[in-house]
């Protein structure tokens, strides 16, 4: 069987796109380089560059978060998008999320980077909330979980630490629905 070249294009994407995911997620946006990314794709630094550009777009498409599924045209699919999108229910975070986390708050430019992706995820959710203030309440929906996933992934704090994923989200649940126009 032929691999087309567009193929062999995209896997060499998903490739790097995983790898960057994997990196960014262990080292931050600072310790992370294009040559480490390559390497751990197994390619060429310059066909990186030539997939993303530069550094920042490489991370602006790692951290990148799925868009919502069609679960999220009810307030009871847009709080299940929004706790599976953080991983509160697998009980872990996906390495876009983590790398976004981690180096959102270390790096200035991977702070606008991921500023700029919790925007498109406002955009998203807001889409789904029918409310003259539909922008306003997705800003809270996602720093709110933004909020608890670091103190829970990131910062270890003590009283989340062992509350099993499943706890966190069905307490969590009724203060996100609160949120959302009946």
Known sequence: MTVSRAERRQRSEQR???????????????????RAVAARAGVDPALVMQHFGTKDDLFRRAVQAPPPDERAESPEGLVDHLLDTLGLKMGGLSEQSLAMMRSMLTHPDASATARAALGAQIDRLAAGIDAPDARLRAALLTTIMLGVTVGHQLLDIEELRDVPPEELAALLRPVLHALLPA
């Open 16 to 34: 790097i796109l995983g790898a960057a995911r994997t990196l960014f997620a262990e080292r931050g946006f600072e310790r992370t380089t294009i």
